[in-house]
């Protein structure tokens, strides 16, 4: 009884100090309440997009932000958890819940090998053989004819027992649940010791060999669970899109990832999230703003974002949950200002 | 398999490689001295090919073209570091590599702007589209060895620039400790954007020298700069002989891992996989070699920093 | 003091409960608005990045349509909206959702890629919204996987290089030489053509996606020496293809023929280097019938060059959705699912006739490629290699 009521402490401790993760999480939930009042429907979908996006960053930002590795590898842990997924349905296999160990299974130990032989570079060298590990997986199911290759497979939801996905925002509330349950869990991981240990990792890490701990243990851990949970948003993804494609994994799509969380901020609980949100608004509306201004380039809107990306990284402290965090403190500041009037 | 054919893929592999080490010279550069990942490099060959098919065009020269287009992508380069790339310094690699990205992104769109997506019409100069003879009965296009001769006259005159001269000696020191050179009282500031225009500069050959080969378009030269990367890391940071032997490399196994490995495959396994896995397995190559070098060699074959 | 902060932060939730509100009204305007008596039609194409130029040509050739039309689809009012995938399979669903679920389109259109089209077939077609297509053709979309509410306006991925293998066996050649980039689209081909050419098979070499240096290739080609070359290089890769066999003289070896490698995308890159090649297609810019004459010269007054049988296709996806609300009074799902199947559709190819999976059943020529009359290169009919060729794929399909 002491252990689980000291985590249910952790917990609203922890949800207390992520106010702004747990209040988008929370935006999630009731987000459908607003769109079937509102008639809009079509933005459930775009939510769930964002909502799977902002997982796969999330993983990516635990050795990203917290761990300093910069890997272009995990678009193909996204793609392996979709095509276990989808690979499963051809051998017949419709059982949701299989899907979702296989795809563990398979991120764990693709998350190993690929970490254990990355990790013994760093720097440039560290971001380049992800990227080819990365390469080789997408070469690899793209010769995969029998999956699809490049064409892809037109796949069905999974079955999750009583749940349908196919019945309406089902697959909306099981990506949540995902989703809450992935974020309860970095958050627990980041205030561990474990978590303490690898940002130390990423500041210092002779120093942590000089405690005696082993600098790449920690680092090759937190791969293989950043791994992981990529692999839940591919195999959600799967569900969600019913089609597979080795897209889903090319390197560019790892530098998607690091485009929102470097948005939302970098080495925040709620920056991924956060990002995925304008990073998704963005897509949707730059196009039209552009649009708008001057019709004859609309399909020119990328003129846009790329010089966007260049001032976020310039100007942009910490991202979106950087520049709500500091207007939020400032809001404080002057508010307990005006109360000792 | 005879032995001209072996000689005439050689001879390929050298061209794709004295190209891929035009890419790299500058990058290496770069990366080692200003230890800054300049992904919007690519972008730099596809400048240098369009500023030469255009004036080509225009004036109806190739070579007329290629002599205008050398000062102008080196003013693009000299004037990019001084805009934007000069405050990127100091960041960390992820955030170069997303301001990069977001320039790819930038210039791929200026050129669609400005030259429409079509590709462009370039073609081979009258003078140099014949044969020559490596061997008898072996015609091997004018232009191709041309492209070999200028890459390795690059080659050579990078060398001795950088072994042989003042300014060699302190890009030399700069790739082996910037800070130290700094101290030293080097205008490190002028230095980098001097050795940043000169890599855009051999950028831009690359792309020029295959605009008459290939297709002037928008992106074009994104392929080339996920190579030269491989190349570069092989070869080791910082290190233009390195990144030159690198790059030969490379382009000798790209090239002849293409054409010889299904063929090879074949005499072990049956057709149907020999084709299936044959050229998967010779995309992959590359990617293969690199990080068989990088798991014996973490810092490359011949890394400039001691 | 106390009442001072009450007030300030009262009027701060009162701007913006106002706020949100306006928003709430706005968007429930701009949905309402849309309920007239139009015929709303979403078309997805790629009109950013690389392969950009496609899609643009598709969206002038869609306009050309309206514009032939008078504005009006069937008599109705028409609204086209022209939405990008980029390429990416997800975006495209997310955009196939909001074209079904927000903008409540009556057709979905376009699609020029494969993947593309397997990513968003069913979300489309599940909501009861009919989909024709104007380029991709898959073949589980042909056979297993086909759905009736998809119909296409081009053709089946392996009935150009069928038709390629047909005449290159008729025409008596004895062997092949084949190169294709190793992705599905390419094994596709040279499998569609294997199924009409029964000689001899020189050479069958996979290049890399997006390859732009086949010097390797073509020296190896070299060495083989094979009677004939049949290649598929769409788009760039195309174009780096053909410069580069010219280049290296390889016209004194090998006669080449090609499937979607020489189209009036990639002419206007290559000039004379294209003359010469023979291919096959359904469509080319000199067949000979009152709506494609009157498409091809308003869409060369119009954009300065040849279109391209992309946008062929696309110009006969809006002749289709004018013919079917034409001729069944309505724009209703089912009754214009009946008319489509039936066939006989107006378009620049002729009557086009449909078969029971709602692939078209048309011909296929062989082309040569020429200088025109003002010495503009582009294709021309030589013979028709098939007539009324159906898609090997339609037995399997079973709605």
């Given at each position: 009884m002491g252990g689980l009521s000291s985590v249910i402490k952790l917990a609203c401790d922890g949800m207390r100090d992520n106010r702004l993760l747990w209040a988008l999480i929370a935006g999630f939930a009731l987000f459908p309440i607003y769109t079937h009042f509102a008639d809009l429907p079509f933005w459930n979908d775009v939510a769930m997009r964002i909502m799977l996006l902002g997982m796969a960053a999330m993983g990516l930002n635990l050795v990203l932000g917290y761990g300093g590795m910069v890997s272009f590898g995990h678009a193909a842990f996204v793609g392996i958890g979709a095509y276990c997924v989808a690979i499963s349905q051809v051998y017949g296999i419709s059982n949701g819940w299989l899907h979702l160990a296989f795809a563990i299974v398979a991120c764990g130990v693709a998350g190993l090998v690929i970490g254990y032989l990355a990790l013994r570079t760093s720097g440039i060298y560290f971001i380049m053989i992800t990227l080819a590990f990365a390469q080789m997986l997408f070469f690899l199911f793209v010769s995969l004819e029998a999956y699809g290759g490049d064409d892809g497979m037109s796949i069905d939801r999974a079955e999750f027992g009583i749940i349908d996905l196919y019945a309406p925002l089902r697959l909306y509330f099981l990506i949540w649940a995902c989703l809450a349950i992935v974020a309860m869990v970095l958050m627990f991981i980041v205030r561990s010791r474990f978590g303490v240990t690898l940002r130390a990792v990423k500041s210092n890490a002779s120093r942590v060999e000089a405690m005696g701990l082993s600098p790449l243990r920690f680092k090759i851990t937190g791969y293989v669970i950043s791994a992981v949970i990529c692999g839940i948003a591919g195999g959600l993804f799967a569900s969600w899109q019913e089609y597979v494609s080795p897209d889903i994994m090319h390197w560019t799509r790892s530098g998607e990832l690091m485009i929102i969380i470097i948005l939302g901020g970098l080495g925040t609980l709620a920056g991924p999230l956060l990002g995925a949100i304008a990073f998704l608004l963005l897509e949707e509306f730059l196009p039209v703003l552009l649009g708008s201004l001057a019709p004859a380039y609309a399909e020119n809107w990328m003129i846009l974002f790329g010089p966007l990306l260049i001032m976020v990284v310039l100007?942009?402290?910490?991202g979106l949950s950087g520049m709500i965090g500091r207007w939020y403190a400032a809001r404080n500041a002057a508010g307990k200002g005006a109360d000792r009037r | 398999m005879t032995s001209t054919i072996i000689l005439e893929q050689t001879f390929n592999g050298l061209q794709a490689g004295v190209t891929l080490f035009l890419v790299a010279a500058g990058l290496t550069l770069i990366l080692g001295i200003?230890?800054?990942?300049?992904?919007?490099h690519g972008a730099q060959v596809m400048i240098g090919a369009y500023f030469a098919a255009a004036i080509t065009a225009a004036s109806g020269n190739f070579y007329l073209g290629i002599l205008l287009a050398i000062p102008l992508t080196f003013a693009s380069g000299y004037v990019l570091e001084f805009l934007v790339i000069r405050h990127l310094y100091r960041r960390d690699h992820m955030e170069q590599v997303l301001a990069t990205f977001g320039l790819i992104l930038f210039f791929n769109e200026l050129i669609r702007i400005g030259f429409g997506p079509a590709a462009l019409y370039s073609d081979l100069p009258p003078s140099l589209s014949g044969f020559v003879e490596i061997l008898p009965d072996t015609p091997y296009p004018a232009y191709r060895l041309g492209v070999i001769g200028v890459g390795l006259a690059c080659a050579l005159a990078i060398h001795l620039f950088v072994s042989r001269t003042r300014i060699g000696a302190m890009v030399r020191a700069g790739a082996n400790n910037p800070e130290m050179t700094a101290a030293l009282g080097v205008n490190i500031r002028i230095l980098f954007r001097l050795i940043f225009a000169a890599g855009a500069c051999f950028a831009g050959v690359a792309g020029m020298l295959l605009g008459p080969l290939t297709a002037v378009q928008p992106g074009m030269g994104e392929p080339l700069l996920i190579l030269s990367l491989v190349v570069i890391i092989i070869g080791g940071i910082g290190s233009v002989r390195g990144a030159f032997i690198a790059a030969i490399i490379v382009g000798l196994a790209d090239t002849l891992g293409r054409v010889f490995l299904p063929g090879l495959l074949r005499l072990v396994f049956d057709q149907a996989t020999a084709d299936g896995a044959g050229p998967a397995l010779a995309s992959m190559l590359v990617y293969i070699l690199m990080a068989v070098v990088l798991i014996f060699r973490p810092t490359g074959l011949f890394p400039a920093k001691g | 003091m106390l009442e001072i902060n009450w007030g300030v932060k009262m009027k701060k939730i009162m701007v913006a409960a106002v706020v949100l509100a306006a928003i709430g009204v706005g968007v429930y305007l701009l949905i309402n608005e849309q309920k007239k008596e139009v015929v709303r039609v979403g078309y997805m194409t790629?009109?950013?990045?690389?392969?950009?130029i496609i899609g643009k040509q598709m969206q002038n050739a869609v306009q050309l349509a309206l514009e032939h039309k008078g504005g009006r689809l069937g008599g109705m009012e028409a609204e086209v909206i022209f939405v990008d995938d980029q390429r990416k399979p997800d975006v495209a669903t997310q955009l196939a959702n909001r074209l079904v679920k927000s903008d409540r389109v009556d057709v979905v259109a376009g699609i020029i890629w494969s993947n593309v089209l397997m990513a968003v077939i069913k979300p489309i077609t599940r909501s009861d919204t009919l989909l024709i297509g104007s380029n991709a053709g898959p073949s589980p979309i042909a056979g297993e996987q086909c759905h009736e509410n998809f119909f296409s306006m081009s053709w089946q991925n392996d009935q150009t290089p069928e038709a390629m293998g047909k005449h290159m066996q008729d025409a008596g050649v004895k062997s092949v030489y084949l190169m294709a980039p190793n992705y599905q689209a390419g094994k596709d081909m040279l499998s569609g053509f294997k199924r009409y050419f029964k000689g001899e098979i020189a050479g069958e070499v996979y290049t890399k996606l997006g390859q732009s240096d086949f010097q390797a290739e073509l020296s190896s080609l070299r060495a083989a020496a094979p009677e004939t070359t049949m290649v598929f290089q769409p788009g760039g890769m195309g174009i780096n293809f053909v410069k580069q066999w010219k280049q290296s003289g390889l016209d004194q070896v090998s006669k080449l023929y090609q499937v979607f490698s020489v189209d009036a995308v990639s002419l206007p890159a290559l000039k004379d280097a294209a003359l010469g090649i023979l291919g096959t297609q359904s469509?080319?810019?000199?067949?000979?019938?009152d709506i494609n004459r009157k498409f091809v010269a308003d869409y060369k007054t119009k954009h300065g060059n040849y279109p391209s049988f992309y946008a062929a296709q696309a110009y006969d996806t809006i002749l289709a959705i004018d013919h079917a609300i034409a001729t069944s009074g309505s724009k209703d799902t089912d009754q214009m699912r009946a008319v489509l199947a039936k066939g006989n559709i107006p378009t620049t190819r002729g009557l086009l006739k449909m078969n029971s999976n709602h692939f078209p059943v048309q011909n296929f020529y062989l082309r040569d490629t020429v200088k025109d009359a003002d010495g503009v290169v582009t294709t021309k009919v030589?013979?028709?290699?098939?007539?009324?060729h159906a898609d090997s794929y339609a037995a399997n399909c079973k709605f």
């Amino acid at each position: 009884m002491g252990g689980l009521s000291s985590v249910i402490k952790l917990a609203c401790d922890g949800m207390r100090d992520n106010r702004l993760l747990w209040a988008l999480i929370a935006g999630f939930a009731l987000f459908p309440i607003y769109t079937h009042f509102a008639d809009l429907p079509f933005w459930n979908d775009v939510a769930m997009r964002i909502m799977l996006l902002g997982m796969a960053a999330m993983g990516l930002n635990l050795v990203l932000g917290y761990g300093g590795m910069v890997s272009f590898g995990h678009a193909a842990f996204v793609g392996i958890g979709a095509y276990c997924v989808a690979i499963s349905q051809v051998y017949g296999i419709s059982n949701g819940w299989l899907h979702l160990a296989f795809a563990i299974v398979a991120c764990g130990v693709a998350g190993l090998v690929i970490g254990y032989l990355a990790l013994r570079t760093s720097g440039i060298y560290f971001i380049m053989i992800t990227l080819a590990f990365a390469q080789m997986l997408f070469f690899l199911f793209v010769s995969l004819e029998a999956y699809g290759g490049d064409d892809g497979m037109s796949i069905d939801r999974a079955e999750f027992g009583i749940i349908d996905l196919y019945a309406p925002l089902r697959l909306y509330f099981l990506i949540w649940a995902c989703l809450a349950i992935v974020a309860m869990v970095l958050m627990f991981i980041v205030r561990s010791r474990f978590g303490v240990t690898l940002r130390a990792v990423k500041s210092n890490a002779s120093r942590v060999e000089a405690m005696g701990l082993s600098p790449l243990r920690f680092k090759i851990t937190g791969y293989v669970i950043s791994a992981v949970i990529c692999g839940i948003a591919g195999g959600l993804f799967a569900s969600w899109q019913e089609y597979v494609s080795p897209d889903i994994m090319h390197w560019t799509r790892s530098g998607e990832l690091m485009i929102i969380i470097i948005l939302g901020g970098l080495g925040t609980l709620a920056g991924p999230l956060l990002g995925a949100i304008a990073f998704l608004l963005l897509e949707e509306f730059l196009p039209v703003l552009l649009g708008s201004l001057a019709p004859a380039y609309a399909e020119n809107w990328m003129i846009l974002f790329g010089p966007l990306l260049i001032m976020v990284v310039l100007f942009g402290r910490g991202g979106l949950s950087g520049m709500i965090g500091r207007w939020y403190a400032a809001r404080n500041a002057a508010g307990k200002g005006a109360d000792r009037r | 398999m005879t032995s001209t054919i072996i000689l005439e893929q050689t001879f390929n592999g050298l061209q794709a490689g004295v190209t891929l080490f035009l890419v790299a010279a500058g990058l290496t550069l770069i990366l080692g001295i200003m230890d800054f990942v300049f992904l919007a490099h690519g972008a730099q060959v596809m400048i240098g090919a369009y500023f030469a098919a255009a004036i080509t065009a225009a004036s109806g020269n190739f070579y007329l073209g290629i002599l205008l287009a050398i000062p102008l992508t080196f003013a693009s380069g000299y004037v990019l570091e001084f805009l934007v790339i000069r405050h990127l310094y100091r960041r960390d690699h992820m955030e170069q590599v997303l301001a990069t990205f977001g320039l790819i992104l930038f210039f791929n769109e200026l050129i669609r702007i400005g030259f429409g997506p079509a590709a462009l019409y370039s073609d081979l100069p009258p003078s140099l589209s014949g044969f020559v003879e490596i061997l008898p009965d072996t015609p091997y296009p004018a232009y191709r060895l041309g492209v070999i001769g200028v890459g390795l006259a690059c080659a050579l005159a990078i060398h001795l620039f950088v072994s042989r001269t003042r300014i060699g000696a302190m890009v030399r020191a700069g790739a082996n400790n910037p800070e130290m050179t700094a101290a030293l009282g080097v205008n490190i500031r002028i230095l980098f954007r001097l050795i940043f225009a000169a890599g855009a500069c051999f950028a831009g050959v690359a792309g020029m020298l295959l605009g008459p080969l290939t297709a002037v378009q928008p992106g074009m030269g994104e392929p080339l700069l996920i190579l030269s990367l491989v190349v570069i890391i092989i070869g080791g940071i910082g290190s233009v002989r390195g990144a030159f032997i690198a790059a030969i490399i490379v382009g000798l196994a790209d090239t002849l891992g293409r054409v010889f490995l299904p063929g090879l495959l074949r005499l072990v396994f049956d057709q149907a996989t020999a084709d299936g896995a044959g050229p998967a397995l010779a995309s992959m190559l590359v990617y293969i070699l690199m990080a068989v070098v990088l798991i014996f060699r973490p810092t490359g074959l011949f890394p400039a920093k001691g | 003091m106390l009442e001072i902060n009450w007030g300030v932060k009262m009027k701060k939730i009162m701007v913006a409960a106002v706020v949100l509100a306006a928003i709430g009204v706005g968007v429930y305007l701009l949905i309402n608005e849309q309920k007239k008596e139009v015929v709303r039609v979403g078309y997805m194409t790629t009109l950013s990045g690389g392969a950009g130029i496609i899609g643009k040509q598709m969206q002038n050739a869609v306009q050309l349509a309206l514009e032939h039309k008078g504005g009006r689809l069937g008599g109705m009012e028409a609204e086209v909206i022209f939405v990008d995938d980029q390429r990416k399979p997800d975006v495209a669903t997310q955009l196939a959702n909001r074209l079904v679920k927000s903008d409540r389109v009556d057709v979905v259109a376009g699609i020029i890629w494969s993947n593309v089209l397997m990513a968003v077939i069913k979300p489309i077609t599940r909501s009861d919204t009919l989909l024709i297509g104007s380029n991709a053709g898959p073949s589980p979309i042909a056979g297993e996987q086909c759905h009736e509410n998809f119909f296409s306006m081009s053709w089946q991925n392996d009935q150009t290089p069928e038709a390629m293998g047909k005449h290159m066996q008729d025409a008596g050649v004895k062997s092949v030489y084949l190169m294709a980039p190793n992705y599905q689209a390419g094994k596709d081909m040279l499998s569609g053509f294997k199924r009409y050419f029964k000689g001899e098979i020189a050479g069958e070499v996979y290049t890399k996606l997006g390859q732009s240096d086949f010097q390797a290739e073509l020296s190896s080609l070299r060495a083989a020496a094979p009677e004939t070359t049949m290649v598929f290089q769409p788009g760039g890769m195309g174009i780096n293809f053909v410069k580069q066999w010219k280049q290296s003289g390889l016209d004194q070896v090998s006669k080449l023929y090609q499937v979607f490698s020489v189209d009036a995308v990639s002419l206007p890159a290559l000039k004379d280097a294209a003359l010469g090649i023979l291919g096959t297609q359904s469509w080319s810019p000199d067949l000979d019938n009152d709506i494609n004459r009157k498409f091809v010269a308003d869409y060369k007054t119009k954009h300065g060059n040849y279109p391209s049988f992309y946008a062929a296709q696309a110009y006969d996806t809006i002749l289709a959705i004018d013919h079917a609300i034409a001729t069944s009074g309505s724009k209703d799902t089912d009754q214009m699912r009946a008319v489509l199947a039936k066939g006989n559709i107006p378009t620049t190819r002729g009557l086009l006739k449909m078969n029971s999976n709602h692939f078209p059943v048309q011909n296929f020529y062989l082309r040569d490629t020429v200088k025109d009359a003002d010495g503009v290169v582009t294709t021309k009919v030589l013979s028709t290699v098939f007539a009324d060729h159906a898609d090997s794929y339609a037995a399997n399909c079973k709605f």
